[in-house]
């Protein structure tokens, strides 16, 4: 029996994580662990599919030298350069190979050329006594002799550290860093107008955290928000204030990652996103300058191999694990035995479930228990819609009556109207769809939506739900109504604002790439007059509402995928 195991280690963990396990790996490996499944012993063996690390953590895994060192790119033998940023200053930089304008950077690394550097460092090492690397590479790691792992294509490039953490904040301090008011690049003296825009902006629920003050918070910013910022953000909040060029150059990297963050990836979406990260990466020094083109930026150069190997970005970034960081976090208590008190906390969690129905029936023991471990609920399903059962309203329904323009809608798709009533909310399986109307909700969009329209072959719109209604229409024949006429069967319909796309706003003007920023469509505001009825089968999906306010034109975004919102 096989199973695959990813995992994902950050510098400070790793020799924590590797020291125990090493035993247990080895086993799990090369010898497989007995295991005992319905009833039946069987061996079971992994193969280790990837491994997903910050910058540190991956040079300690594969044996290599740290990233800031000549050839300490992990995936190709570019070696790097020092560039000088002060009198006194200087940095390690990893230009673009313009000898190589394929793949923007030197030759790449294999596994067996690997093991070949390895076998040389240590034969070097011996016979120096100290410390020797080639070409990067300082000896053996424990995780190249893995069966079917591959040490260097079974290394992910996590986005979450390199790409947002790294590359878009370093792009953020450029721009607003009073350091840099002199360069051209620099939008310092107009930080309060996008912090304006940025603050008007409403996300839906499924993003967590709400936009904060980026002025005040800027060093305290999380890889989520800038997620959020690069995808959604950024282009509203900076068009027409970031220099054009800079903005032309910064939408490269936009479209990439979205690209690169899909739920499935194209061989066209590999081609045109590895175009898109050669033309940003390219022009970093002549926008910028040389100290610039960091280990993050040239990591964005290899991103499109990765995918290509391991899948789209979410499928492999840090995210998830940082996430059981908090986890872990809240399993123990000070500083001593920490070890012990995980386990101890981990134990009591497997044995509670057992211990759950010895609990006296309506005992004050049982009440207490289903205090602590009652999640709060989604929502009160009402209602669940018939024939679909993936849709149900949640709330309550009321009585309503079409106003003229809301009737002669409604009416020119279904016939006369006998009797509406009226809620808000619906949830189409986990997702929970507000609508305008819905009060209780104010800081949030939740009723921004793409829809089908009512006939069959127009193109998809976008829109906001107004409300929700059910409705009964007039018996056709009174005299002879019975359980199958239509009028006893409800219709479930969205009043929908519909937003019309702009296009007479072209956002981007690359020839060169095509770059088009697609998943963000500016959209003109209109009047409430310019509504729509559609049935809520016709919802495809939630969308992202980005209106800044005033004059500025708003836009709808897509979500890349749905795996991976907050």
């Known amino acids: 029996m096989f199973a695959g195991l990813w995992f994902g280690v950050s510098k400070p963990h790793f020799q924590t994580f590797m020291q125990p396990f090493a035993n247990s790996l080895n086993d799990l ?143 953020l301090t450029l721009w607003s860093d009073k350091t840099y008011k002199a360069e051209p690049w620099s939008v310092c003296k107009r930080m309060k107008e996008i912090e304006e825009r940025y603050l008007k902006i409403s996300p839906p629920s499924c993003i967590t955290r709400l936009p904060r003050s980026l002025i005040a ?27 054009e060029e800079y903005f032309q150059h910064y939408l490269h990297l936009v479209e990439a990652i979205y690209l690169l963050l899909q ?37 964005l150069l290899h991103m499109t191999e990765r995918v290509r190997d391991l899948g789209p970005l979410w499928t492999h970034s840090c995210f998830c694990f940082e996430d059981f960081n908090g986890e872990l976090r809240s399993l123990f208590h000070g500083t001593q035995s920490v070890e012990e008190q995980i386990v101890t906390a981990v134990s009591v969690q497997q044995r509670i479930p057992e211990l759950v129905p010895l609990l006296e029936s309506g005992s004050m023991a049982q009440e207490l228990y289903e205090h ?64 305008k109307l819905y009060k209780s909700m104010t800081r949030r969009n939740n009723f921004t939506i793409e829809f089908k329209g009512n006939s069959g072959d127009s193109p998809p719109s976008f829109g906001q739900i107004l409300f929700y209604s059910k409705i009964y229409l007039h018996c056709p024949n009174p005299s002879f109504c019975a359980n199958s006429c239509k009028c006893r069967k409800p219709l479930f319909y969205a009043l929908v604002k519909v937003l019309k796309p702009n296009k007479t706003l072209a956002i981007a003007n690359d020839p060169y790439t095509g ?15 310019c509504i729509t009825a559609i049935p809520v089968d016709n919802i495809i999906r939630l969308c992202f509402f980005v209106d800044c306010g005033n004059d500025n034109t708003p836009f709808v975004g897509m979500f890349p995928n749905q795996y991976e919102k907050d």
């Not at 290394?155 to 792009?171: E, F, N, P, R």
């Not at 918070?217 to 220099?243: D, M, Q």
């Not at 471990?373 to 309203?393: D, H, M, Q, T, V």
Request: aromatic share 12%.
């Open 263 to 299: 739920d499935s990836i194209s061989p066209n979406d590999i081609v045109k996103a590895s175009a898109l990260i050669k033309h940003f990466c390219i022009r970093i020094k002549e926008l910028y300058a040389a100290r610039y083109e960091t280990f993050n930026v040239h990591c």
């Open 515 to 529: 770059t088009a920023v697609s998943h963000l469509v500016p959209v003109i505001r209109s009047d409430n007059n």
């Open 372 to 435: 602590l471990s009652r999640k709060r609920p989604l929502a009160s399903k009402k209602e669940k819609l018939p024939g679909n059962s993936n849709c149900s309203i949640v709330g309550n329904l009321q009585n309503y009556v079409f106003t003229a323009v809301e009737r002669a809608v409604v009416e020119s798709l279904i016939g006369p109207v006998q009797e509406v009533y009226q809620f808000f909310r619906l949830l189409i399986g986990e997702q929970l769809i507000h609508s």
């Open 217 to 243: 918070n800027f060093g305290h910013l999380k890889a989520s928000e800038l997620r959020t910022f690069l995808l959604f953000y950024s282009v509203p909040c900076l068009y027409g204030i970031l220099p």
């Open 29 to 171: 490996f090369f010898k497989g662990i007995d295991v005992k499944l319905n009833g039946k012993n069987m061996l079971l063996r992994c193969i280790l599919l990837l491994g997903t690390f910050d910058a540190p953590a991956k040079c300690l895994f594969q044996e290599f030298c740290q990233f800031n060192a000549f050839y300490g790119c992990p995936y190709c033998l570019s070696p790097g350069k020092t560039v000088q940023t002060s009198s006194k200053g200087h940095t390690h930089a990893y230009p673009f190979d313009e000898a190589n304008l394929r793949t923007g950077h030197g030759e790449p690394r294999t596994h067996e050329q690997t093991l070949k550097f390895a076998a040389e460092a240590t034969k070097e090492s011996a016979q120096k006594g100290i410390p020797s690397s080639v070409k990067g590479v300082k000896g053996y790691s424990w995780f190249m002799f893995i069966p079917k792992f591959d040490i260097i294509r079974g290394i992910a490039i996590d986005y979450m550290h390199s790409t947002l953490l790294g590359v878009v904040k370093m792009l």
